[in-house]
């Protein structure tokens, strides 16, 4: 069953999970024709391998610490931290603290 993605005009919640991260996933929240944004839930240590996309891609830091390796340096997202990668751009992650991170994906649907 496919999961269900909020409508247009549905609030969503995306504060610190703090106490319950453990038991938190990763979920799509929004998608559109041309857009979409899920939570990346991301474990102390857990890593994302470096990877590229064919989407312009947001990053928010909306809880935790997670080291971005992308444009040949290393960079720390802290809470509260946004970085915009262009389309192809090689990068990987890895949580530095138990961390949940925003992805903002711009798309090309055929």
């Known amino acids: ?10 609030l969503l919640d995306v504060l610190p999970f703090a106490e319950t991260f453990p038991l ?15 939570r990346l839930v991301m474990p102390t240590g857990k890593v994302v ?3 590229k996309v ?12 997670v080291e ?9 997202l802290r809470t509260g931290h946004l970085v915009y990668l262009a389309a ?3 990068h990987s992650l890895k949580a530095l603290k138990d961390s949940s991170v925003l992805v903002t994906m711009l798309v090309a649907r055929e």
């Open 24 to 38: 938190e996933q990763s979920i799509a929240l929004v998608r559109s024709e041309h857009w979409e944004v899920f």
């Open 1 to 10: 069953m496919a999961t269900p993605h909020a409508r247009s005009g549905e």
């Open 68 to 76: 971005l390796k992308a444009h040949g340096k290393v960079q720390k």
């Open 49 to 51: 391998p470096e990877h």
């Open 54 to 65: 064919s989407s312009v891609t947001l990053l928010q830091c909306i809880e935790g610490s």
């Open 88 to 90: 192809g751009e090689p």
